[in-house]
């Protein structure tokens, strides 16, 4: 909607795929909007009046929903929002850390960080259910316990409820892949239906082709995030052409949109440590949401039945970017329903010739149980912003460390190693269960073998030697396979 004095709303009008696409996004977007009145004003996370033009507002925000299939009931579990990373140099310092060692945030985009708090909503679940006498009278959870002989006794694990599900959403397609506008045509899936219930999810069936030219050009490979603080001098003269270049390269591809910002080309790694978002949830469709520690306590893993987005939605981009580029390597894949929703996050004003730009450092996260904990973190730092009776930033709750503490709080008493640190509870916990090395496996072979070319080889001279012996080696197991 274009006003009279030339401004627009910060998200363009657009079709829903359906209306089971607009119930995920009014209750994402009610919760978010209530929780965010509750947050201190400097952060601006508050709601700007559609009048009141406040480029420091804008954000992308991301959710977890949960579903229960008896009472049509849509519950909210974990909210964030963010678009930001902390420096490769901060990044790191912490990667030479122990994993429970680890008090930053590295990564603070809105989707990663709703994961986080979907993992600590787990396990405080898992934590809630493991005392002794407690049970689910309500049935407000999503997990239930479940008894296993496991040969020395009966062992206590969870799983999902059949009746329930988990959907995300996102306000802004995710980073990398999704974003990258080649190798296929944009637009809504043309099977979606309008017609269906509030509560019905839409059935879809993905048929993505990758062609050998188009894995050459790099449509299945990783992506990195471009850094919010990057520090390369560069070394001689030579170095700086070059650098300017590239840079001048890159900005082709944002200022004619087939690269969203924030997002690096395949290929170019001097300036970016972590993966995108798109690769990142890939790597939770093929793996489950759970991570590695949550999923030796679980039967199975715990799979995104869809995910809904608002802005920048193109069905065959994410189609591809977070499911079907690793089928070949993981066939049973999970591959969620795509949708797109019609309901608008962002209603601040922005000139009509201006492009969005998120420029909102600051990161609220929230877990459902926890309704009085509205935590708020500067994207620049990955720490928690100080509260009143504290002098300076401290550590998140959604860290690595915090995250392993309350995992090792809950299941201590499995360990002979009660009383012992983390360190050495991680190591026999490690020992002791098999689903651990199992699941690090199959990241290995995700991250090792799906993404083609490799982050490691992603330079111009052997981007298309890879994508030939990629296409050359499935082949071969397929006329083996006959």
Sequence with gaps: MTTKTGKRCGEKSRASSCAFAESISNVAIETFSRLRENT?????????NEEEENHHLRTVMSAFIALDARTNRMTCLTIANGTKTISDEDFDREMEKKSYERGKLRDLHAEVLARRALKRYLALEMKALSNEGYEDTEDSFLLERVKRDDGGGDRVLFQMKTHK????????????????????????????????????????????????LDVQKGSVAVALKKATVVSMPAKNDEDDDASSAAVAGVSVLYENGTLA???????????????????????????????????????????????????????????????????????????????????????????????????????LIWTAGEEDVIEVCNGKTGQREEEEDEQEESSSRYCSSAFESLFFDTFKEESSGAGANIEEQMKEYAAMNVTINDYDASKETLWGKSFIPRSQEQTRRRRANVGKMYYIQNKRNEEVDR
């Design 40 to 48: 201190a004003r400097e952060y601006n996370l508050r709601a700007a």
């Design 165 to 212: 599900s988990i959907h995300l959403y996102v306000s802004s397609c995710p980073c990398g892949n999704a974003t990258i506008r080649k190798w296929a045509k944009g637009g809504m899936d043309d099977g979606n239906d309008t017609k269906i219930g509030p509560f019905t999810m839409p059935t879809q069936t993905h048929e993505t082709p990758f062609l050998p």
């Design 261 to 363: 910002k924030g997002t690096l080309p395949v290929g170019e790694n001097r300036a970016g440590r972590m993966c995108t978002c798109s690769d990142k949830i890939a790597s939770w469709n093929a793996l489950g949401v759970q991570g590695s520690l949550l999923a030796t306590k679980l039967t199975e893993p715990i799979f995104i039945q869809s995910i809904t987005i608002g802005r920048k939605f193109a069905y065959k981009h994410c189609a591809r970017a977070f499911c079907c580029r690793v089928s070949k390597t993981f066939p049973s894949v999970n591959h969620p329903v795509l949708m797109q929703c019609e309901r608008k996050f962002d209603l601040a004003p922005i000139d009509t010739d201006s492009v969005v730009v998120f420029d909102n450092p600051h990161c």
